[in-house]
């Protein structure tokens, strides 16, 4: 075990927070992601995503400030009295609103969801005060933990929270229209933090002092975010002082623990919350690409000594010493962030993560997948963000796997297929609420609908634009088969058909493209081929596989009858001369994951990315609690079948049960389950 320790003087930091911002905003193009999402211009998803992007589109994210305007009424009214009666993170509904519905926009391209989105931040903006406050509390408590109840207490407000999700969604629709007033309203927010936080004229308070370690140090993100979209140093400067403070007693020590191989249900600060600094640490990993060498060398007064990671006594300070150590090994200046955001990811997929692809018990890691508890949306989507990071810096393709699952399951499963409602806790077995149903303590007058998960919950199902369709440095990835027709920015024009996730036949007309494409074959498909068809010419393409490391290997790929048969878990590569024609076969046969603990004696049943399940309505009249024992052979050899009108895939037996989709499990408010017995 080891320690990476850090001392670098106040003054020296104090210098770096009052440095001049002479950084070009181009000299901070990142080089560290070896993935980058392709934008479209124009965006038609026809299958089931598509369907239910749209509906949420319809039934919840447009008219919601009139449905309910609580939204930015609690912004307007902070200072009026009486004080509207908060919960600590109230102030971050529009942050979570805007940012869904940016994900929702990005797959959809819908016009008239942008134009609402543009009128409400407008309004949003105008809640700004002079000094750059964006919060929901009286003059006497921004920023400062109180309540405006009790300006003296300091109970543990999320107001640096709330303030994070706000400047993360304007940030974000900053780069999507290039609208200067939605980063000068950012960085005017920041500025108060930089005033009132870590700066010797006001005493140098700490963001630890408002409480709330996993939820007031998020802004992490959003300063390594600003620094990377202005190149403003002093950005950069206050997200190495919440660094520090992440070592402190009352916060997670997440790098000492993830460089020490402790895992994250182990550490200090194991909530979902927590996700969002380490958000913050892989956008520090691309920081230490844009800093020059020079810096990158410079030394300070350092220190290693043996240290227990959770011991409560000894402050630690992480980052320089672990730089030291990396560079040391030959790795990349500040791989450190890198390895802590790799270990984090990989230990909760490995103890945390259900058999739905949802993070969480009870709205944290505990450390084991099979126990009962709640699993929150909101914490879904924070792992599968991270995921998506992790993907973008290292073209792992195993992370799709996942990515994948999880979209079909625990994140369309959170939402009714009318898009009017989302869950606050989609369980393995039990019934499905409106997360204002199960945590209706949030809802206020004036806003009775929202809560932490409902404004939150379209990001779950937009993130898949993160993912589907990527860029290497040399080739175009195609990472989801679901139908739909587009158009990159540069032209490509792409169509896929087939009815995936249902069917395992998929089409792929490509125009408009000459170079080198990849077609991701899943992890769970064993036997894969692929048919091609040059539509220009009669030349035949070439293919290769491609490794998880983002680096071509010439292996694992054999042809069958003129067939390319690739590797499952890679990416096959193919030449594109302009157009082409692909047929993609997919591996459908059944897969099983064996339950443990509350489950032992159980299994969950897959077929492609779909988990699936029975509820009251398809048990053909059995009690759902005592379900006869299924025949694994007459599983394995029941084809599916395909509700076009609902979206339904189902397989039904000869007991009179009938396996459904986990997605539509239970929406009518009935009891399901994923978990089912089976003979051997």
């Not at 290497?472 to 989801?480: D, G, H, Q, S, V």
Request: charged letters at 20%; proline letters at 4%; aromatic letters at 10%.
């Amino acid at each position: 075990m080891f320690n990476y320790i850090q001392q670098e003087s106040r003054s020296t930091a104090l210098k770096n927070l009052q440095s001049s911002d002479n950084i070009q905003s181009n000299f901070i193009n990142s080089d560290r992601d070896l993935m980058h999402t392709v934008r479209m211009r124009s965006s038609r998803p026809m299958g089931i995503t598509g369907q239910l992007a749209e509906n949420i589109t319809k039934n919840w994210l447009m008219g919601l400030r009139e449905t309910n305007p609580g939204i930015l009424d609690m912004f307007h009214e902070r200072d009026m009295l009486p004080y509207r009666e908060m919960l600590p993170w109230l102030g971050e509904f529009p942050g979570k609103y805007i940012t869904g519905a940016y994900y929702i926009y990005r797959l959809t391209l819908n016009r008239a969801l942008y134009d609402y989105i543009i009128t409400f931040i407008e309004e949003l903006m105008e809640c700004q005060a002079e000094d750059g406050y964006l919060g929901v509390f009286s003059r006497e408590c921004r920023l400062t933990g109180s309540f405006s109840q009790k300006p003296d207490e300091v109970e543990g407000t999320w107001d640096a929270w709330n303030h994070y999700h706000i400047m993360y969604g304007l940030l974000l629709w900053y780069e999507e229209t290039g609208n200067a007033r939605y980063l000068e309203c950012v960085e005017k927010a920041a500025d108060l933090f930089l005033e009132k936080f870590y700066n010797p004229s006001s005493g140098r308070r700490s963001l630890l002092e408002l409480k709330s370690s996993e939820t007031n140090l998020a802004p992490i993100h959003a300063f390594a975010l600003l620094y990377r979209l202005t190149g403003k140093q002093r950005y950069l400067a206050f997200a190495s002082e919440i660094e520090k403070d992440l070592a402190d007693e009352h916060a997670g020590n997440y790098i000492n623990c993830a460089l020490n191989g402790i895992e994250y249900y182990q550490c200090p600060k194991p909530r979902w919350e927590s996700l969002h600094i380490i958000l913050g640490l892989a956008e520090l990993y691309r920081t230490a690409g844009y800093l020059p060498r020079a810096k990158q060398e410079q030394s300070a007064d350092t220190a290693c000594m043996p240290l227990n990671p959770s011991s409560k006594t000894v402050h630690m300070t992480q980052s320089q010493h672990a730089e030291t150590v990396c560079m040391t090994q030959n790795q990349l200046p500040g791989a450190h962030y890198l390895q802590t955001v790799k270990q984090i990811y990989h230990s909760i997929r490995k103890t945390d993560v259900h058999n739905t692809g949802a993070f969480s018990t009870d709205e944290q890691a505990i450390g084991t997948p099979f126990k009962n508890g709640n699993i929150e949306t909101c914490c879904v989507i924070a792992y599968n963000a991270l995921a998506v990071e992790l993907f973008r810096l290292t073209g792992d393709v195993d992370i799709l796997d996942f990515l994948e699952l999880s979209h079909y399951n625990a994140c369309m499963g959170a939402w009714s297929p009318t898009g009017r409602w989302s869950t606050y806790h989609t369980p393995m077995a039990g019934e499905r609420h409106a997360n204002f149903h199960d945590i209706s303590f949030q809802s206020r007058s004036g806003s009775p609908e929202l809560n932490c998960c409902s404004v939150n919950a379209p990001r779950a199902v937009g993130m898949l634009n993160e993912w589907a369709f990527t860029r290497t440095e040399t080739a175009l990835c195609i990472n989801a088969y679901e139908d739909g027709e587009f158009v990159t920015e540069d032209n490509v024009r792409i169509r896929i058909s087939g009815g995936y996730p249902a069917k395992e036949n998929v089409e792929i007309l490509i125009k408009n493209y000459a170079g080198e494409l990849a077609l991701r074959i899943p992890g769970w498909s064993a036997i894969t081929s692929i048919a091609s068809e040059t539509l220009q010419d009669d030349s035949s393409p070439h293919a290769t596989a491609h490794s998880q490391d983002g680096k071509t290997m010439y292996a694992a790929t054999h042809s069958l009858n003129g067939e390319i048969m690739p590797a499952a878990g890679s990416y096959c590569r193919l030449h594109c001369q302009g157009s082409i024609l692909l047929r993609l076969h997919l591996d459908f046969t059944t897969r099983y994951l064996a339950g443990k603990e509350e489950y032992d004696g159980c299994v969950s049943i897959y077929r492609g990315p779909i988990l699936f399940g029975t509820d009251i309505r398809l048990a053909g009249g059995h009690d759902l609690s005592k379900l006869p024992m299924l025949s694994r052979k007459e599983i394995e050899n029941t084809p599916s079948i395909s509700e076009q009108n609902h979206g339904r895939i189902l397989i039904p037996l000869s007991c009179g049960v009938t396996l459904g989709d986990f997605c539509h499990l239970g929406q009518s408010g009935c009891r399901y389950t994923t978990w089912v017995q089976m003979e051997c």
